[in-house]
């Protein structure tokens, strides 16, 4: 059964920086892409990030310029480094594959941008 555990979220003001981590389990996903999401109320869950097999990365517009996300195939993980994070920034994020699995979704990691 696949797992995938995000961690890194927090409290953060504007401009600040965090970095989220994605470990899977239960499956290899070294030839999988790669992605993140989030989610806030009342809206639909965006796509923020993904990055194929040989690390090619691609963004939404409203992260390109800000967002990073790489991998680390022999630690079956994944990141998302947040950089000049926006209030608008703050939602659940989750990791999964693109195309998304139903089955792999977590508990995600809250993002909270605020001064």
């Known amino acids: 059964q696949v797992h995938l555990a995000e961690s890194g979220g927090g409290l953060v003001q504007p401009g600040g920086s965090l970095r989220l981590s994605c470990v899977g389990t239960?499956?290899?996903?070294?030839?999988?892409?790669l992605a993140w999401y989030r989610q806030t109320p009342g809206r639909e869950r965006e796509r923020v990030a993904f990055?194929?097999?040989?690390?090619?990365?691609s963004y939404a517009r409203s992260v390109e310029g800000r967002f990073t996300i790489s991998r680390d195939n022999a630690k079956n993980a994944w990141y998302l480094q947040m950089n000049s994070l926006k209030s608008e920034d703050t939602a659940v994020y989750y990791c999964n594959t693109f195309p998304l699995k139903e089955e792999y979704w977590g508990q995600g990691t809250q993002v909270t941008v605020s001064s």
């Open positions: 239960g499956s290899v996903f070294s030839k999988s892409i």
């Open positions: 990055i194929g097999p040989s690390g090619t990365p």
